[in-house]
C-alpha cells in the first residue's frame, strides 16, 4: 500500500506544468452529520463516572448529563454521600436515534470500566455469585419528565445472585421480595408485559392465605410467588427470564433510551416545549435498599416545597418500601421533618390513617 501511494506521488510530480491532469470524478461529499444537541466531549468519552466523594461531571454540564447525572456529580463532588455509579450521556440518546437505533462503537467498553470502577468502590462484582453487585437504571433528561420516562431497580438479581443476596444480608424475605420487584419492573419496561399479570397471581395468593398488606408476606411466600412470576413470563413472553446481568443491563439501558420516544412522553414534550433532540441520559447507579426491613425508607426530598416555592426543607418517605411504593400510593408517605409533622396535626394523621386502611381493604 505504501509502495502504490510512493509511485503514484512521483507520476504526479513528472507531468508537465501547466498541464492538468486527468483525475476520476470525486467522490460526493458525505453529508455532514447531524449537529448533536449535546455535543460530545473529545475523544467520544460517553460516560461519566461519580462516587466516593469525586466525579467525572459538573452541575454545569446539564445538557450532556442531564438533569440527574449533572446533580449527582455536582453532590459527589461536594462530598456528600452519593451511591457510585455512571452516567451515559444524552449525546448517546442522540446517535441512537441518528443511527437507526445503534450505540457508538466504544460505548460497551466505557460502561465496563464505569461499571469495574463502580464495583471497586463498593467492594462488589457486577454478576459476582458470591458478592454481588446490584444497580438501578434511570432517565434523566435536562428538563424534569416527572413519571414519563422508565425506570428499573435490583438489576443484576437472577437465580444465583438473589441467594447471594440472601447469605449475605441475612434475610431472605427481603432477597426473594426485591428479585420480585425487579422481574416485575424489567418484565413490564423491557419486555413489554404488564405489571397486573404478575398482580393477579400477587392478589390471588394474599387472598388465600389472609394477608392484606405486601409487608405481611413471608420469605418462603416470596420464594413461590418468583417461582411463579418467571413461570407467567415465560408463557407470555415465550422465553425465560434473562439470567445474564450483562444482558438485563443492556436491556434496560436500551428500554431507557426507548421510553425516549414513547407515546406519554412525546405527548409531554409536546405540552411543555421540549424538544426532541435533546435527549434523555442514563444514570446507572449502585442499589441503596428501602425495604430491609424497619430501619430502612424510601422517600424524595426537596430543598423548597414544590408547591409553594418557600425555601425550606420539604420532603416524604415510606419504611420499608422501594420507590414504586410511593408512586403506587397504596402507602401513605410520612412528613421527612418533625415541624412539619406537627404542622399536618392529629386530625390529619387520623385522615391518613384512615386512608391506608381503605386503601388496603
Known sequence: ???????????????????????????????PPKKLSAKAPA?????FG????????????????????????????????????FTITTAVCTHYY??????????????RAALAQVGRITGKTFGDGDNPLLVSVRSGARASMPGMLDTVLNLGLTD????????????????????????????????????YHFEEILDGHKDRNGYTLDTDLTADDWVDLVGRYKERLEEEHGAPFPQ????????????????????RAITYRRLHGIPESWGTAVNVQAMVFGNMGETSATGVVFTRNP????????????????????????????EITELARKEVGPTSRRWKRRCRRRSTS
Open 160 to 195: 444465583a445472585t438473589v441467594e447471594a443476596l440472601a447469605k449475605n444480608s441475612g434475610d431472605k424475605r427481603f432477597a426473594y421480595d426485591s428479585y420480585r420487584r425487579f422481574i416485575t419492573m424489567y418484565s413490564d419496561v423491557v419486555l413489554g408485559l404488564g405489571h
Open 307 to 334: 408547591s409553594t416555592g418557600e425555601k425550606k426543607l420539604y420532603g416524604e418517605f415510606l419504611i420499608n418500601a422501594q420507590g414504586e411504593d410511593v408512586v403506587a400510593g397504596i402507602r401513605t408517605p410520612q
Open 43 to 47: 475523544k467520544s468519552k460517553w460516560v
Open 244 to 263: 445474564d446481568p450483562h444482558e438485563q443491563l443492556w436491556g434496560a439501558i436500551g428500554a431507557v433510551f426507548g421510553s425516549w420516544m414513547n407515546q
Open 98 to 111: 441518528e443511527n437507526g437505533n445503534a450505540y457508538p462503537k466504544n460505548l460497551q467498553e466505557q460502561v
Open 1 to 31: 500500500m505504501v509502495k502504490s501511494m510512493s509511485r503514484r506521488i512521483k507520476s504526479i510530480s513528472k507531468r508537465p506544468a501547466g498541464k492538468a491532469a486527468a483525475r476520476k470524478p470525486a467522490a460526493p461529499a458525505k453529508a
Open 50 to 85: 461519580f462516587g466516593n466523594g469525586k466525579a467525572e461531571g459538573r452541575a454545569d454540564m446539564r445538557n450532556l448529563l442531564g438533569g440527574k447525572g449533572a446533580g449527582l456529580a455536582e453532590m459527589a463532588n461536594l462530598g456528600l454521600p452519593v451511591p457510585a455509579g
